[in-house]
């Protein structure tokens, strides 16, 4: 199934880079520039209104690299769910839970992602089918929220968004995240022009988190 397959490529690479950018050009620039940096999982943010064509680009030029996963950040409503996947966005990432939106996402067998806070939250995004729920914002938490959440429910599947650093992802990993997203370092040079150093930086994040993962 290919909604497995994007679980597992989101897995394998463990860093989601979140790519805003304010034209067409620099997000498409940044997005290329993580994955030249081994950061494959793409999350392309709705905060920019080019968003439907850096999507549709990237899945176009990509499409053959299996470890290469291009989704859709910032997504509120079903009906921006469904303009993202018919531009190609094999997941969909929300800052919130949206339960039509988890609907709609179910239907076309998309993974969705939402942010949630609570235990209960969480629980209903399970319900509703969600694989892996985003703790948003993670720097409001700390790394000691996640152990809390995995107590009672060991089985859920976390990306943490928001506070993350290369200085502290270890301390993440080591508290149960799965996934973690990066963006607003990457997102400020990125405007800069700076993109060999966007790529550099996501070079140093695989290799810890490789190393940090064994």
């Not at 769910?81 to 339960?99: C, D, H, T």
């Not at 720097?139 to 809390?148: L, T, V």
């Not at 799965?178 to 700076?194: A, H, M, P, R, W």
């Given at each position: 199934?290919?909604?497995?397959?994007?679980?597992?490529?989101?897995?394998?690479?463990?860093?989601?880079?979140?790519?805003?950018?304010?034209?067409?050009?620099?997000?498409?620039?940044?997005?290329?520039?993580?994955?030249?940096?081994?950061?494959?999982?793409?999350?392309?943010?709705?905060?920019?209104?080019?968003?439907?064509?850096?999507?549709?680009?990237?899945?176009?030029?990509?499409?053959?690299?299996?470890?290469?996963?291009?989704?859709?950040?910032?997504?509120?409503?079903?009906?921006?769910?469904?303009?993202?996947?018919?531009?190609?966005?094999?997941?969909?990432?929300s800052p919130s839970f949206?339960?039509?939106?988890?609907?709609?996402?179910?239907?076309?067998?998309?993974?969705?992602?939402?942010?949630?806070?609570?235990?209960?939250?969480?629980?209903?995004?399970?319900?509703?089918?969600?694989?892996?729920?985003?703790?948003?914002?993670?720097?409001?938490?700390?790394?000691?929220?996640?152990?809390?959440?995995?107590?009672?429910?060991?089985?859920?599947?976390?990306?943490?968004?928001?506070?993350?650093?290369?200085?502290?992802?270890?301390?993440?990993?080591?508290?149960g995240a799965d996934l973690?997203?990066?963006g607003g370092e990457l997102?400020?040079?990125?405007?800069?022009?700076?993109?060999?150093?966007?790529?550099?930086?996501?070079?140093?994040?695989?290799?810890?988190?490789?190393?940090?993962?064994?």
């Amino acid at each position: 199934m290919k909604k497995m397959k994007v679980l597992k490529a989101l897995q394998a690479c463990g860093v989601v880079a979140v790519v805003r950018g304010n034209t067409k050009e620099t997000g498409i620039n940044i997005a290329k520039a993580c994955i030249k940096g081994n950061v494959k999982a793409i999350e392309v943010t709705y905060t920019n209104k080019f968003a439907n064509e850096i999507i549709r680009e990237l899945s176009e030029e990509f499409k053959t690299q299996d470890d290469v996963v291009i989704g859709a950040g910032t997504v509120l409503d079903p009906e921006t769910a469904r303009l993202a996947i018919l531009q190609g966005a094999e997941y969909i990432v929300s800052p919130s839970f949206n339960l039509e939106t988890a609907a709609l996402c179910n239907r076309y067998k998309v993974a969705y992602i939402p942010g949630v806070m609570t235990i209960n939250e969480i629980v209903s995004a399970h319900e509703s089918g969600v694989d892996v729920i985003k703790l948003f914002p993670g720097s409001a938490f700390g790394p000691s929220y996640i152990k809390a959440i995995k107590g009672p429910l060991p089985y859920a599947n976390v990306m943490v968004t928001g506070g993350v650093n290369i200085d502290n992802l270890d301390t993440w990993i080591n508290a149960g995240a799965d996934l973690v997203g990066i963006g607003g370092e990457l997102n400020s040079i990125g405007e800069e022009g700076k993109f060999d150093e966007i790529t550099s930086i996501c070079k140093k994040y695989i290799e810890k988190i490789n190393k940090v993962r064994g």
